[in-house]
C-alpha cells in the first residue's frame, strides 16, 4: 500500500512539474540551449498531499477500481451470453427450427 502511494505521489508531482515548467522557462537564458539556474529550481514549490490524504486518495481509488472490475465482469457475462443465444439462433435458423410459423404458433 505505502509503495503505491508512493508510485501515485511520485506520477503527481511529475505532473504538477511538467505543468510548471511554463513558469520556469521565464526565467531560462540561453541561446542555443536553454538553461534554468539551481537557484530557480530550488525556489519552486511542489504541493504535496498529506499521508493522510494520499492514503484516503488511495482507497478510494482501490474502491473504483473493484467497482470497475465488477462491472468489467458483468459485461463479460452478458457478452458470452449474447453469443450463446447468437448461436442458439443461428443453429435454430439453419436446422429449420426458426421459422415466422414457429414464432407465431409456439408449440
Known sequence: ??????????SQTRRLIEAGIGG???????VAQKTVSLNVLRNIEVPMMSESEQV????????????KEELEGVYRRKL???????????QKA???????????HPQ
Do not use: C, P
Open 24 to 30: 520556469v522557462t521565464g526565467a531560462s537564458y540561453g
Open 56 to 67: 484516503s486518495a488511495v482507497e478510494k481509488l482501490d474502491l473504483f477500481w473493484t467497482q
Open 94 to 104: 439453419f436446422t429449420g427450427e426458426l421459422t415466422v410459423a414457429n414464432h407465431l
Open 80 to 90: 458470452a451470453a449474447l453469443a450463446e443465444l447468437k448461436q442458439a439462433l443461428l
Open 1 to 10: 500500500m505505502r509503495e503505491l502511494i508512493q508510485t501515485r505521489a511520485i
